[in-house]
């Protein structure tokens, strides 16, 4: 079956060390995201990527950096430059079609819960 | 920017009941996409109805339907029948471009 792993569900890691989420996906979709969820605050965009090689800031991109190497994978970095990392965090895909991109819903995945002490 | 509010952090009601969630949203963008979302307790982020803005007939998916008033720029969401399987987060959501952004979420509680 098609969809998108994230992968762990639960992470833990010490102030000052560098993190990596992994989102891989088998959708064959060109854009992938990633959201920050906090309680009370819905989802906020970190990154997005419509091709491979490419990507653009979202609305909290700060302490934050991704890669698109691959078509199907779209990894998030939580860097010790972002100031409160304990978080909820959710990666998405969707198609691109050149007229109706816009149509076409997030796929999400089930999500990492990091937790930084 | 456009920003997508959601008035009611918590809702609840009794199984069978109908219920209706509040979304307003602001764009200065004529033509748009607006979704809602369902988010059970796994987190599971699952697309429950979507409304293109340039149709003036409401979406319609089994027991949801939206009321999209494109003057007003509001986009509720109704549930008929309500089971405890309703029982989550719901999320508002526009699309203009690229990018996706969500509401602040209602608690939708259904009691039995």
């Known amino acids: 079956d098609g969809g998108i792993t994230q992968s762990p569900k639960y992470l833990f890691r010490k102030e000052g060390q560098n993190v990596t989420l992994s989102c891989e996906q088998n959708?064959?979709?060109?854009?992938m995201y990633w959201y920050r969820q906090d309680p009370g605050q819905g989802l906020r965009l970190i990154y997005y990527?419509?091709?491979?090689?490419?990507?653009q800031k979202g609305d909290i991109a700060e302490g934050y950096s991704v890669s698109r190497e691959k078509k199907e994978s779209f990894p998030l970095t939580v860097t010790s430059a972002q100031k409160n990392p304990t978080a909820f965090y959710l990666c998405?895909?969707?198609?691109?079609?050149?007229?109706?991109?816009?149509?076409?819903?997030?796929?999400f995945g089930n999500g990492t819960r990091l937790t930084v002490t | 920017a456009q920003t997508v509010t959601q008035s009611q952090p918590e809702m609840s009601v009794q199984e069978a009941e109908t219920v209706t969630l509040s979304c307003t949203y602001d764009?200065?963008?004529?033509?748009?996409?607006l979704f809602w979302y369902k988010q059970p307790p796994s987190r599971q982020m699952i697309l429950v109805i979507r409304?293109?803005?340039?149709?003036?007939q409401n979406a319609t998916e089994n027991r949801f339907s939206v009321n999209f008033q494109k003057a007003a720029k509001s986009f509720s969401l109704k549930i008929s029948d309500s089971q405890l399987g309703d029982t989550a987060m719901y999320f508002c959501?526009?699309?203009?471009?690229?990018?996706?952004?969500f509401g602040q979420g209602t608690r939708l509680t259904i009691n039995p």
């Open positions: 409304q293109e803005a340039y149709k003036q």
């Open positions: 998405a895909s969707s198609t691109l079609h050149r007229l109706s991109s816009y149509n076409s819903p997030l796929h």
């Open positions: 990527s419509q091709i491979v090689n490419d990507f």
């Open positions: 959501a526009f699309r203009a471009a690229q990018k996706l952004v």
């Open positions: 764009t200065s963008e004529s033509n748009y996409y």
């Open positions: 959708l064959n979709h060109d854009a």
